[in-house]
């Protein structure tokens, strides 16, 4: 779908505030609202089809004025372009005024973004493919106001190429996403952007001294992979620091996880598909920021040669582990990755994403990310990234009592904590590796793929925390209103 300015379609999109006269045909609004057919409630969608004229009006409320905010845009938008694909229609218009407590840039963005939401779909292995019908939505803008909009619909029809990205590389299953292949996949959708990807293959990371992550490797038939991308659009400034879990399916390992449980697992390595799909948005968008990013690929599976409960292992720092528990696995490839990312990369901060732990689900459900910090500045500018970007996180603890429980007997330390707090004592394990870089970890475990839609989120993989990185790495307020 594209998004166009300023043509005129017999099919047409109208927004309705609950408490205000409606600007486009206000006596059809008036007639809905007096038989009760359309009140402009947030959320509500009324199709208006004149056959005798050929013309499709597709109403969408947005609730009381004083409360319409981004998020509410965007539904909306998804919804009338779900509806209008519904009726077939190919083309459409729709005018976008100022609300009140806005930014018109921020809320035409907004707009545009629920209409690609609408298009999405994962068919590949679908027989029957799902139809999309509607090809172009041209914005009717307030006048003067072209110059700062159009840049920003530009930017958002790039950022949401990379969601897109991340929830394909999610949603694709195991036995064809091996960790080989996300390794090709991120060289083929990055490098012609002009990201350099460098591939570690296993002789690599053992000469790289990566004892935790190849532990988990060690007992797959699939070869594991190191997957760096370096996008270079700043100055001599030292990069940010990106992160992303990269475990392509996680069996538990000898502490294997119930059948149930272990359907879904080709989404561990959601921080992984997050970390190059947000490189993507970065390269499309070409921002002026030095950013590398550094994922570590493998499978956790059972086989004669896999690591057991009671291992001691090592890792890129030096520090031993003791193996607890094989499904705590995406910690010791952490581990390694933001070690290297610091002492290799020298990146002046990092920010990791993993589908880490059940706990943090417990804790927050599908709809917060869980965050942790050594350094509430970096964090600052995570939430202010995530406000931007519509993707509500939350802060969970990460005090010393934490990183007690995962002190060693026989090494230096645990991979688990206990039964208790096991979204912080993770985050804890992690902290053990940065080196006192200021670091941040996302929990995405509830966040990254959900188990039915929710508004204009699909079932599946969701696509977060693209947006956020994406934000975070361009800045705060960049660009203004």
């Not at 990460?398 to 330390?413: A, C, F, P, T, V």
């Not at 509830?446 to 977060?464: C, H």
Request: glycine share 10%; aromatic share 8%.
């Amino acid at each position: 779908m594209k998004i166009t300015i300023g043509n005129q379609y017999d099919a047409e999109l109208i927004l309705v505030s609950k408490d205000l006269a409606s600007d486009a045909y206000g006596d059809i609004v008036d007639q809905l609202k007096g038989k009760n057919l359309f009140k402009g409630e947030e959320g509500e969608v009324y199709s208006y089809v004149n056959l005798s004229d050929d013309k499709t009006l597709v109403f969408l409320g947005l609730g009381e004025e004083e409360k319409v905010d981004e998020e509410i845009l965007r539904l909306a938008a998804f919804k009338g372009a779900k509806e209008l694909s519904k009726l077939k229609v190919k083309k459409a218009s729709v005018s976008l005024k100022k609300h009140a407590k806005l930014c018109y840039k921020k809320s035409t963005k907004a707009f545009a973004e629920g209409l690609y939401h609408a298009e999405y779909r994962f068919d590949k292995y679908l027989s029957k493919k799902q139809e999309f019908h509607l090809e172009e939505v041209s914005f009717g803008l307030l006048e003067g106001k072209e110059e700062k909009v159009l840049p920003g619909l530009k930017e958002m029809e790039h950022l949401m190429d990379g969601v897109f990205l991340t929830r394909n590389l999610i949603n694709e299953p195991a036995i064809t996403l091996t960790p080989v292949e996300l390794a090709k996949r991120a060289k083929e959708a990055l490098e012609p952007l002009g990201v350099e990807v460098e591939i570690l293959d296993r002789a690599a990371c053992e000469a790289l001294n990566m004892k935790a992550f190849l532990a988990v490797a060690k007992g797959s038939t699939n070869e594991p992979r190191g997957i760096i991308m370096r996008y270079k659009g700043g100055q001599d400034e030292a990069p940010l620091g990106l992160v992303g879990k990269g475990v392509t399916f996680d069996t538990g390992g000898y502490s294997i996880k119930p059948g149930p449980s272990m359907y879904t697992m080709n989404g561990d390595m959601g921080g992984s598909g997050a970390v190059i799909g947000a490189m993507k948005a970065i390269a499309l968008n070409k921002l002026e920021k030095n950013v590398t990013a550094v994922v570590l690929a493998t499978d956790n599976v059972i086989s004669g040669d896999a690591y057991v409960p009671g291992d001691v292992v090592g890792s890129m720092l030096g520090k031993t582990i003791e193996i607890h528990s094989t499904d705590a696995e995406g910690r010791l490839t952490l581990a390694d990755a933001v070690y290297y990312a610091i002492t290799h990369e020298n990146v002046v901060e990092v920010v990791d994403v993993a589908t880490l732990t059940g706990a943090c689900v417990v804790a927050l459900g599908a709809f917060n990310t869980g965050a942790f910090t050594n350094n509430e500045e970096l964090l600052d500018k995570i939430k202010t990234a995530a406000k931007e970007a519509g993707e509500p996180l939350w802060q969970l603890p990460l005090s010393k009592e934490y990183k007690n429980l995962i002190k060693g007997d026989r090494g230096d330390l645990k991979n688990t904590g206990g039964r208790w707090g096991g979204a912080s004592t993770a985050a804890a394990f992690i902290e053990e590796f940065v080196e006192g870089k200021p670091w941040v970890h996302l929990d995405i475990a509830g966040t990254s793929d959900i188990e039915s839609a929710r508004g204009y989120l699909p079932k599946g993989a969701t696509g977060m925390p693209v947006k956020t990185l994406y934000y975070y790495v361009k800045g705060e307020n960049k660009g203004g209103c």
